[in-house]
């Protein structure tokens, strides 16, 4: 019995010992972002288990049943996730930081895609990125984050041109943009505050999926959604001055009153006239901008619903006087779940007005400002308007640019709703299908009004004068898509995509204007004088897309796509594209050797794969008639038909053929992390505006979209980034760097070059041409060596005789040495693409500080520095830079000054006129483009009203490095196509700025 | 069950709606017109007979660049320092491939025979309309207006250019240059035709071509041609015309008597019609919308932009008491605005000191104090002292022509200008009366350039002001038509270029 007693105590004992070791436990702690933020949300979960919890909105999580030998997953979206083994302890607070390699879950065409089985080229930019820098559009994000990608911003309120991996296209080369969906054109109606991830697709095996839009890359934008948890309120608010400091060095009016007396002119009793004053136009013109954004935004989730709203004010004066852009913008994005069926919607409005830069006579406000004599005052109340302008007697027609940007007004008003709706259904276990329409729906109503002025003799305006445009445009897009996601045997794994899309695009325009003689006080458009205009626009797409992804046990990767496309831009004979992308990928880091490596990440991927482009105008494949020739007859108005521009029923898509090389690494706990890409990429059938022989009389400046062109274009990415932590100090540095090397291979039968590009100047020849085996519209003109001292010079070059080039002229190198220059002695004088583009991103925190710093740059570009003919060209009388003080001074057919840098004034034609060597420059730059300070309140002074408040100060592009002369290089192309690529026409400068703002968490 | 029933019925119904029928893609443009269901009546007919018209405005002719171009060359005006850095070369025969105003000439000259290419392509279209739709008469007169619009623009093309590609039908391709000798049989022959097919003026809207016109420029070609006896039969046929009284030569030049009875063919301009885009590229060459006003006015006017005045040497030919001169300047002293006030000294001031003159000629200033607005006058570039005094040149170049026949022609345009003394009859006498009465009759309007190459004097009459002797009497092909036309070459350009 005692025995028995023994052994029924000793189980006993055991079993409750047992018992005791296998107790399980509470655990709780709070979990938050390394600036001590609470993170509400984030999961927790014991490994292999079910058994899981979630944080509530102070970040505090408990977590039942847990045994000290647990493993417990601490992740929350976007941050790197922990793994932590309980032991003892039963109070467990996590800090979880962000990965500089970037999210877990990467946003992809249709879908999302966890980063280690992503095959093709993808760069993610975060809300965390965008946030760190005061952005006025979303754009701007991207720039220096993504390797290879580049933005350039322009006028308050503009889009800023970006592209991906250089250019391969040579007309409109903006990427296709992909808002929660919706296909869209810009991002320009969206707060850069809604973002929650930006993804860019760089290659085909990303990009096939978007088929004939997909040419130029893939920009996916997700907005933020609503997330799990009590509801939380966040006002962010920025407020701060934009200016530009640099300006052309240009003549003062002594300086200018000799000039003109040199060319000619005595304006000495013009001047006194005016009391002697001296003008500086150009601080005229730019001014210290106020700019200000106030955001709120509202989340909250149940179980089985998610929302969230916000509402922004933006208002950013521009740099330029009477520019600037004003954007409110709401947004609106919910999810509910019922049962199997999840339907939601993501909505977007905003309402803007800009002002734009203004022009008057065909010139920029700069260029009038740099020509505008100096010793005019700007305003005269004795003039119609109350501005002074010049007269016949000063003998120099620049308008005064403060009359051209105050005088009147011009405003654009718009509207832009995108949005979509969307319902998913879970038809058997991982067998989605989901249903989605999407809207881009946008009005713009552009009016400019301009009274009568008279500043002299040259500008005046004896009417008042309203124009306006209407552009309204709709794109509605209906996706159904099924998807299936399987594993087989637990390691094989499947999802298989199939979509048919529908694309249905109209826009219609209506244009008038009139003018008004008998008052100014009336803005609006009267049928006085008046024109009228509209046209009509309808796009048709449709698209079959299918996609499989298979890995084993993602350690090998595979992925298939194809699309089927059509287009109604393209004549039937060419209508349908077919398009199609392969990939591979070995997650070579998850191999049984690499166990115990210092990698975490070691990933070979290899893609190809085809995207097309339909990007030209509608309708070009049909032949048409203009109907806008005009000629008086007795009077009366006889209307004129003629051919249009040139048709081509041949038209048929550009197609691309991608192939990327990528290797993603990160080691030693993800402290170091990068990746390496290579791409080649082949563009073929580029279509472009061919110009026609100018002698076979075609219309609309005589061009033919033509299939014309094959282009090569390949380069190298690499972005490296390192993170540490030491106590309460973390900091992190991301460095990118991307070449882009591109080269026409071939060009249709029969032609041998196009010369193309933006005419800079009135009588300044194009520069920009096409040829095989050189890049996409290099720069193309004459040599020049110095400048031709004595007649003896100029005669060793021509032979004697001829009386066009004297001494004192640009000695342009007779390459063919016939003696006669013409465009036979014209070469490669320079290439617009740099050799690289950087980026270095810098992030550190220390207690409640964080600080932010961010490089960018090009190295190895030429810029054609348009603004050269205006300050330098000496072709007649205008203000000028003081470089003319250093012309050729030409006595006696003899030079005396033989260390002139510029020719004589007022010397041959092909001094100013001709594409040459003089207006090329290094466009290489360094600059700094964000630093920001940041300081975070915390304590439980503020616990009661706040969880969080965060005050920053951040200045843009404070510093410069770089030789160009112009005001701004950060240049890109002059308008969106690519043969104005690195052309300054006088930009719109990037201002520098600084800006104190706030963020508050309620 | 049900459930799948349901879904199934709600996928297949989405699906069809989106794979939906690809005839959905086949779209016509709303915005223009097609060419395949043109030329139905009349108005389509003589619209695009219109459009060709509508070249000749263009920035790059009468809009603005051609009188800059021709009367710098001339030396019939220069350039005050303002003149923009494009023009200045006129002046000093510096000009070279890259001139855009070359440029702009050259593609308005080709757009506009393009257009009457688009007319006479058509032929067989206008010709198989229904009598009652249009008549013979009708059809052949639109085609006559094609063709003559056609040998406008060559005629001024081959003076300029000299060999020139030729086409005489609608293409995408460039052609290679055809000697100039092809040019002018192809002018000939364009003008024969409109000379048969035109309606007379009697019955033809006032501003379109007519019969007389096309005798007119026929004739003048011939004698371009040096062909004098059969240029004298074509202007014999130019008849109905007089010139202007005596006191009323500046009716040529205002907007109100336009049309007058001296008017054989006009440029015209209206600008109640609209004045465009002022500064768009279209208007260089291109000729879209409602351009209907040229900037002569306002550049060359002494009260306005002041570009060019009067050179000396021209102010300098005119002999005492010649009444032209007084309808062709204004100097200091000179009343204007319907006599209501008198020009300055100081309204002649430039930043390069004071001029003696400014135009007159095509001024608004008669009526108008500013020339802000543009101006509506045509251009008169066919007048009947132009036809007088190219018949004297005839007479006295022909073989066995007549002096005293010559002398006739020239008096009638003296006379009108107040003048009475003799020419000598002799061949060089009459040769000189014709240079100088030239000059003086047509200073300003674009003629004297032409003449003085035509008469192989341009190398002792500009000497000194840069003109090049075989290479100057022609413009280069521009850049932008070597540069796109794989049939012209740099290398194949003009002597010197």
């Known amino acids: 019995m005692m025995l028995k007693l023994k052994y029924a105590i000793i189980t006993l004992l055991i079993i409750s010992s047992h018992n005791m070791m296998a107790q399980s436990k509470t655990i709780q702690g709070v979990i938050t972002d390394p600036s001590g933020f609470p993170l509400p949300g984030a999961s927790i979960n014991v490994e292999g288990t079910q058994n899981s919890a979630s944080t509530d909105f102070d970040g505090k999580y408990s977590l039942k049943g847990v045994n000290p030998t647990d493993k417990i997953t601490y992740s929350y979206v976007g941050l790197i996730s922990q793994t932590i083994t309980v032991g003892s302890r039963s109070i467990i607070d996590v800090t979880l930081v962000q990965s500089t390699q970037n999210l877990n879950e990467v946003v992809i065409a249709y879908g999302t895609q966890k980063r280690a089985k992503v095959t093709g080229a993808i760069s993610t930019v975060s809300s965390k990125d965008i946030a760190a820098v005061p952005i006025t559009n979303a754009e701007s994000a991207l720039q220096g984050r993504a390797a290879g990608v580049t933005v350039v911003n322009g006028a308050p309120g503009s889009s800023p041109a970006v592209s991906i991996r250089g250019l391969a296209t040579m007309g409109n080369s903006a990427p296709l943009y992909v808002i929660d969906g919706v296909l869209a054109g810009n991002l320009s109606g969206l707060s850069p505050n809604d973002i929650d991830s930006i993804s860019v697709l760089k290659d085909a095996s990303t990009t096939a999926l978007y088929g004939s839009k997909a040419f130029n890359g893939v920009i996916v934008v997700t907005t933020k959604k609503g997330k799990k948890g009590p509801g939380q309120l966040t006002f962010s608010t920025y407020v701060g001055g934009q200016t530009v400091t640099k300006r052309y060095d240009v003549l003062n009016t002594q300086q200018y009153l000799q000039y003109a007396k040199d060319l000619g002119s005595d304006l000495t009793a013009r001047a006194a006239e005016f009391g002697n004053i001296n003008t500086n136009w150009q601080d005229q013109i730019f001014q210290t901008g106020l700019m200000q954004d106030y955001n709120l935004s509202f989340s909250n989730g149940t179980e089985t619903s998610t929302s969230r709203y916000s509402a922004e004010y933006m208002k950013q004066e521009g740099a330029i006087v009477n520019t600037g852009f004003e954007r409110y913008s709401f947004r609106a994005n919910n999810t509910q779940d019922i049962g199997k069926l999840k339907v939601g919607s993501n909505i977007g409005v905003s309402f803007s007005t800009t002002n734009p830069e203004r022009s008057a006579g065909g010139r920029t406000l700069l260029e009038h400002s740099i020509k505008m004599a100096p010793y005019f005052p700007i305003y005269n109340a004795n003039n119609l308007g109350g501005y002074q302008g010049p007269s016949a007697i000063d003998g120099n027609d620049a308008e005064n640019p403060v009359r051209v940007a105050n005088l009147g007004y011009q405003k654009i008003n718009g509207l832009s709703i995108i949005g979509n709706i969307f319902a998913e259904l879970e038809i058997y276990k991982g067998l989605k299908f989901r249903s989605q329409v999407s809207l881009d729906y946008y009005t713009s109503k552009d009016h400019t009004f301009v009274p009568s002025f008279q500043d002299g003799s040259y500008h005046k305006q004896a009417f008042s004068t309203t124009n306006e445009t209407n552009g309204q445009g709709q794109t509605i897009v209906f996706d159904n898509s099924l998807t299936y996601k399987t594993t087989i045997a637990g390691k094989h794994n499947i999802e298989v995509l199939g979509v048919i899309t529908k694309i249905d695009g109209k826009s219609q325009t209506l244009t008038a204007g009139s003018r008004y003689s008998i008052s100014n006080e009336i803005d609006q458009l009267r049928y006085n004088e008046g024109s009228l205009g509209s046209a009509n626009f309808v796009e048709k797409n449709i698209g079959y897309i299918a996609r499989i992804n298979y890995d084993y046990n993602e350690k090998y990767l595979l992925a298939v796509s194809g699309r089927r496309d059509a287009s109604s831009r393209f004549g039937a004979n060419n209508r349908w594209g077919n398009f199609y992308s392969v990939a591979l990928g070995w997650n070579i880091a998850k191999e049984s050797f690499m166990e115990n490596s210092i990698f975490s990440t070691l990933k070979l991927r290899a893609s190809t794969g085809t995207t097309g482009n339909d990007r030209i105008d509608n309708y070009q494949y049909s032949a048409t008639l203009i109907a806008n020739y005009n000629y008086p007859i007795g009077g009366a108005n006889a209307p004129g038909v003629s051919l249009g521009v040139a048709s081509n029923p041949d038209l048929k898509w550009e197609s691309k053929l991608d192939r990327n090389i990528g290797l993603d690494f990160s080691l030693f706990d993800e402290k170091f992390t990068g990746s390496f890409e290579y791409f080649n990429n082949k563009s073929s059938d580029i279509l472009f505006a061919v110009p026609l022989p100018a002698s076979v009389g075609s219309a609309g400046g005589g061009t033919q979209i033509q299939n014309i062109a094959d282009v090569k274009v390949s380069g190298f990415e690499v972005s490296l980034g390192y993170n540490d932590r030491k106590g309460d100090f973390t900091w992190s540095a991301i460095a990118n760097l991307g070449t882009s090397k591109n080269e026409v291979t071939g060009l249709a039968p029969g032609v041998t070059s196009v010369l193309g590009g933006p005419s800079a100047r009135a009588g300044l020849e194009n520069f920009s041409r096409l040829e095989v085996g050189q890049p996409l519209f290099y720069f193309y003109g004459y040599q020049t060596n110095g400048i031709y001292q004595n007649q003896a010079e100029v005669d060793a070059v021509f032979g004697p005789g001829q009386t066009t080039i004297k001494p004192g002229d640009i000695k342009i190198i007779d390459r063919d040495g016939n003696k006669i220059i013409n465009s036979d002695d014209k070469t490669n004088i320079g290439n617009p693409y740099p050799d690289f583009t950087y980026g270095l991103n810098l992030n550190a925190a220390y207690k409640n500080f964080d600080f932010n710093c961010f490089i960018s740059g090009v190295q190895g570009n030429d810029i054609y520095n348009a603004n050269t003919f205006d300050l330098e060209g000496m072709n007649r009388l205008f203000n000028a830079s003081t470089a003319v003080l250093d012309r050729a001074i030409v006595v006696n057919g003899v030079v005396t000054n033989p260390s002139a840098t510029l020719p004589r004034a007022q010397g041959a034609d092909i001094n100013w006129s001709s594409a040459n060597q003089r207006y090329i420059e290094d466009g290489s730059y360094t600059r700094l483009k964000n630093i920001a300070l940041g300081y975070t309140f915390s304590g439980d002074a503020f616990k009661a009203y706040f969880s969080k408040i965060r005050f920053y100060v951040s200045g843009q592009n404070l510093i410069t490095v770089t030789k160009y002369d112009g005001l701004d290089p950060e240049i890109g192309r002059a308008d969106a196509n690519a043969n104005s690529a690195g052309i300054d026409l006088g930009r719109y400068p990037q201002p520098k700025s600084v800006i104190f703002g706030l963020d508050v968490t309620f | ?497």
């Open chain 2, 1 to 497: 069950m049900k459930k799948i029933k349901y879904i199934l019925i709600v996928l297949s119904g989405v699906l069809t709606i989106t794979s939906c029928d690809t005839g959905e893609l086949e779209l016509t443009n709303p915005n223009t017109l097609s060419p395949e269901t043109f030329f139905k009546s009349e108005s389509q007919v003589q619209s695009s007979v219109n459009a060709s018209y509508a070249g000749l405005q263009t920035r790059g002719l009468y809009g603005r660049n051609f009188s800059f171009a021709m009367d710098l060359m001339a030396h019939d005006a220069l350039g005050n320092p303002q003149l923009e850095g494009n023009k200045k070369p006129f002046q000093d025969f510096s000009f070279n491939g890259g001139n855009d105003i070359i440029q702009y000439y050259w593609e308005a000259c080709y757009i506009g025979i393009s257009r009457a290419n688009f007319v006479l392509d058509n032929e067989a279209k206008i010709n198989a309309l229904p009598n009652s739709v249009l008549s013979q008469e009708k059809k052949n007169k639109y085609l006559g207006e094609a063709h003559f619009l056609r040998a406008y623009y060559y005629f001024l093309l081959v003076k300029r250019f000299g060999d020139l590609p030729i086409y005489k039908t609608g293409t995408i391709i460039g052609n290679a240059r055809s000697p100039k000798t092809d040019v002018y049989a192809l002018i000939e022959e364009d003008l024969v035709f409109a000379s048969q097919n035109l309606l007379p003026r009697a019955t033809e809207a006032a501003g379109r071509a007519n019969k007389e016109a096309a005798y007119a420029y026929l004739g003048k070609v011939l004698l371009y041609e040096k062909k004098y006896d059969e240029a004298l039969v074509a202007f014999n046929s130019v008849t109905g015309f007089s010139l202007e009284d005596k006191g009323s030569f500046y009716n040529n030049f205002m907007a109100e008597t336009e049309h007058g009875k001296e008017s054989i063919f006009e440029i015209e301009f209206d600008e109640k019609n609209g004045t465009g885009d002022q500064w768009g590229a279209v208007g260089d060459s291109q000729g879209t919308g409602f351009e209907e006003s040229t900037l002569r006015g306002q550049e060359y006017g002494n009260l306005s932009w002041y570009n060019v005045y009067p050179s000396d040497d021209l102010l300098d030919s005119y002999e005492a008491g010649d009444e032209r001169f007084g309808d062709t300047f204004y100097v200091p002293g000179s009343s204007y605005l319907k006599g209501t006030k008198v020009m300055l000294a100081s309204n002649f001031t430039t930043s390069a000191g004071i001029r003696r003159a400014g135009w007159k000629k095509y001024q608004n200033y008669y009526i108008r104090e500013d020339e802000a607005t543009r101006s509506s006058i045509n251009f008169k570039v066919m007048r009947y002292a132009d036809v007088l005094l190219m018949k004297a040149e005839c007479e006295n170049q022909r073989a066995g022509g007549s002096q005293t026949a010559a002398i006739a022609f020239i008096k009638e345009v003296r006379d009108r200008a107040g003048l009475t003394t003799a020419i000598a009859p002799t061949k060089e006498a009459v040769f000189t009366a014709i240079i100088h009465e030239r000059k003086v009759e047509f200073a300003g309007e674009q003629s004297r350039f032409d003449d003085i190459i035509r008469w192989g004097i341009a190398n002792t009459e500009l000497q000194g002001t840069g003109f090049t002797a075989g290479k100057s009497e022609l413009w280069p092909i521009p850049n932008r038509e070597t540069s796109s036309n794989p049939n012209i070459k740099p290398s194949d350009n003009n002597p010197g270029y």
